[in-house]
């Protein structure tokens, strides 16, 4: 394998917020086309290896253009582009869309956050916030449905206002600038759209359905994990393995966006937590399984629900906010203000790559450097069990990355920032 390749980007200037409108500048007219000039290239296709993108320099506040643009997702998005990692697909080519994109016009977008806890101990709201204003642009008009889940299994709130690991303290603390910026604020009050929702799947978690049951909100077994089914304040039926029913078929419109805040999580268990483990708050922990899972088969779990049920056609990894020091979030002092974002389609190198970049320099905890053995357990277990089973490579849903890999020599690293 040929080494990493850091590809090394700054983006300069104010991002745009519409790629229409009047530029002030009046075309030459031109109505003969010049015969000597060259044929367009034909379009460069989307890497089909493991690329991390990692940018730094995520302003303190983020939101200082177009309304719910945020600073530093527009320049990640802007930073796949020009790898041709495209945010949205369509025909039309654009600074983040064209035809192998990842995200249709008409999708059912579910986009996983961490709302087991509150503090910074959960997925910075701004983030989903910068997120699903992108999705809401598609250059085509958006018509699906974006939707906020989560399973905290039994302790999830997407109010963020859990209280059992907090000493029954049910105040309001998103990790926001904003602490009210909670994801049901953002449906309620930042969007007001009918198609934004959020799904807390809390109460469902032990309510287990067969398989042709398409009206029951639950979750359905497959091998040894579960995963969820249910009905979206949008009217659809989301069914995470299958797909969309619409009442005679599944439909292939689905995507998930893996949205994980990069923390502690503990000692001698998982270590921390990032985009594998955040499979945790999809699987549900009441099919009997959850003994093992605390931790011995916590990659293998992981890579099934990703082999097996459905891989995120990207991981984005919130890390404005790192919890070095506490798994909740708080104290204030137990976390450090990073700035920074990451994303990739390979969940297991983006780990790998955000554990020994970002986590661990801030305090240089050696159980958060990826190669502690608490860590590279379950990196190796997620990573061998999706491999064994064909990879996640689905170009025709946007998913270009084959094989996960834990090895840098294996995976890109295409760096930039906020100019």
């Not at 998930?256 to 270590?271: A, I, R, W, Y």
């Not at 790192?322 to 780990?351: C, E, F, I, M, W």
Request: net charge neutral; proline share 6%; glycine share 10%.
């Amino acid at each position: 394998m040929k080494r990493r390749d850091f590809l090394k980007a700054s983006l300069i200037g104010p991002l745009i917020a519409s790629c229409g409108g009047d530029t002030g500048v009046s075309p030459t007219p031109n109505s003969t086309p010049n015969p000597a000039s060259p044929p367009a290239p034909p379009p460069q296709p989307p890497p089909s290896g493991s690329v991390v993108f990692h940018l730094r320099g995520v302003p303190d506040e983020p939101f200082t253009g177009a309304a719910n643009h945020h600073a530093g997702v527009d320049a990640l998005l802007q930073l796949m582009g020009r790898s041709v990692l495209m945010f949205h697909r369509s025909a039309t080519a654009g600074e983040t869309s064209g035809s192998s994109g990842l995200i249709a016009a008409g999708d059912v977008v579910l986009l996983k956050v961490n709302a087991q806890w509150k503090y910074r101990g959960c997925t910075n709201s701004d983030v989903v916030r910068g997120l699903i204003q992108r999705i809401l642009e598609h250059p085509d008009g958006f018509t699906g449905e974006v939707v906020i889940i989560e399973n905290g299994q039994g302790r999830g709130s997407l109010r963020c206002d859990t209280s059992s690991s907090y000493g029954g303290d049910t105040s309001v603390h998103a990790n926001a600038n904003d602490e009210r910026h909670s994801f049901v604020y953002l449906v309620d009050q930042v969007f007001r759209d009918l198609r934004v929702s959020a799904t807390l799947l809390d109460p469902v978690r032990s309510t287990f359905i067969g398989a042709d049951d398409h009206v029951t909100n639950g979750y359905r077994r497959i091998q040894n994990v579960s995963y969820p089914c249910f009905n979206t304040a949008g009217g659809r039926r989301v069914e995470l393995l299958e797909g969309v029913w619409t009442g005679a078929q599944h439909e292939r419109n689905l995507k998930l966006l893996n949205v994980p805040v990069l923390k502690h999580h503990d000692t001698g268990g998982s270590e921390i937590t990032g985009a594998v483990k955040h499979f945790y708050g999809l699987v549900s922990m009441s099919d009997g399984s959850s003994a093992a899972r605390h931790y011995a088969s916590l990659g293998e779990t992981c890579g099934r629900m990703i082999a097996a049920v459905r891989p995120p056609v990207l991981n984005v990894m919130d890390a404005i906010w790192v919890s070095h020091k506490a798994l909740g979030g708080y104290p204030a002092s137990a976390t450090h203000r990073a700035n920074q974002l990451l994303a990739s389609q390979d969940p297991v190198a983006l780990d790998c790559w955000s554990a020994k970049s970002v986590l661990y320099p801030v305090d240089s905890n050696p159980r958060h450097a990826p190669d502690h053995a608490g860590i590279d357990r379950w990196l190796t277990d997620c990573m061998d069990l999706v491999n064994s089973l064909g990879g996640i490579a689905r170009p025709d849903e946007g998913i270009h990355a084959g094989r996960l890999t834990k090895f840098e020599d294996e995976f890109q690293v295409v760096q930039g920032s906020v100019a």
